[in-house]
């Protein structure tokens, strides 16, 4: 198999990661998490405390950010940020963050950089809308927002970080809002994409309706 490209799309807490990886490592793709390269950027506006509300000290912080990616290693100005980039501060202002416009588009260019040609599997917001309109397979997942906030607060648990159900549940909400709202490639479903919803789902069903969906392209 050449080139090949899955898009997976979806909101906050609906199961995209954790699919994507399993997906990857069953096909041998290359996976990219893009949230995470917004989540390096919003990292680095926390630590320069940088003014989340005016787009030029963002993007004074975007223009001094060296980011490089190994597998599911993420790097920010040559340390390793892979862990401090799920932090619940980082959470809860990335999604300002990725609605600049600037951000986007350097983000982007470095996506398409590490997908072209290959065969990856990529989850975000905005992958098979305008990342990689032309993918092979594109997958919207959802599920409610109550079942993205109990899984949400299992993963937070398992980090030993504390959380309480009803903030988890606003948390995602919000980004939720902001994502789907913003001008610049709001979270939508692309047109030809497949909706999965994963509410009551276990993710050996999520991965093995998607593995079909793959084989019925390869
Ligand atoms: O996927 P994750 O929840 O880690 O993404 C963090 C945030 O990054 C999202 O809430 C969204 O604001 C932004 N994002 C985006 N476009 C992507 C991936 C993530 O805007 N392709």
Same mark, same amino acid.
Request: proline fraction near 0%; avoid cysteine; charged fraction near 35%.
């Given at each position: 198999m050449e080139k090949f490209v899955v898009a997976v799309d979806g909101p906050a807490g609906s199961g995209k990661?954790?699919? %994507?990886?399993? @997906?990857?490592? =069953?096909?041998?793709?290359?996976?990219l998490d893009t949230g995470a390269m917004y989540r390096m950027i919003a990292l680095k506006v926390?630590?320069?405390?940088?003014?989340?509300?005016?787009?030029?000290?963002?993007e004074r912080v975007l223009s001094?950010?060296?980011?490089?990616?190994?597998?599911e290693k993420f790097f920010l100005d040559g340390e390793?940020? %892979?862990?401090? @980039?799920?932090? =619940?501060?980082?959470?809860?202002?990335?999604?300002?963050?990725?609605?600049?416009?600037?951000?986007?588009?350097?983000l982007v260019e470095m996506q398409r950089k590490i997908g072209q040609g290959k065969r990856v599997i990529l989850d975000g917001r905005d992958i098979g809308t305008v990342v990689f309109p032309n993918a092979d397979l594109k997958i919207f997942l959802v599920a409610s927002p109550e079942e993205r906030a109990s899984r949400r607060l299992k993963d937070y648990e398992s980090k030993g970080q504390e959380a309480e159900f009803y903030s988890v549940l606003e948390e995602i909400k919000k980004r939720d809002k902001i994502d789907s709202?913003?001008?610049?490639?709001p979270l939508k479903k692309a047109t030809d994409a497949v909706e999965l919803d994963t509410s009551g789902m276990t993710i050996e069903e999520v991965c093995d309706e998607i593995s079909k969906m793959v084989d019925s392209r390869i």
């Open positions: 990661s954790t699919i %994507s990886k399993i @997906i990857a490592k =069953r096909y041998g793709l290359t996976y926390l630590k320069e405390g940088a003014d989340l509300e005016r787009v030029e000290s963002i001094e950010s060296k980011i490089d990616i190994d597998g390793d940020v %892979s862990i401090d @980039i799920r932090s =619940r501060e980082v959470t809860a202002i990335v999604s300002q963050v990725a609605a600049v416009k600037s951000v986007r588009e350097k709202t913003r001008k610049e490639s």
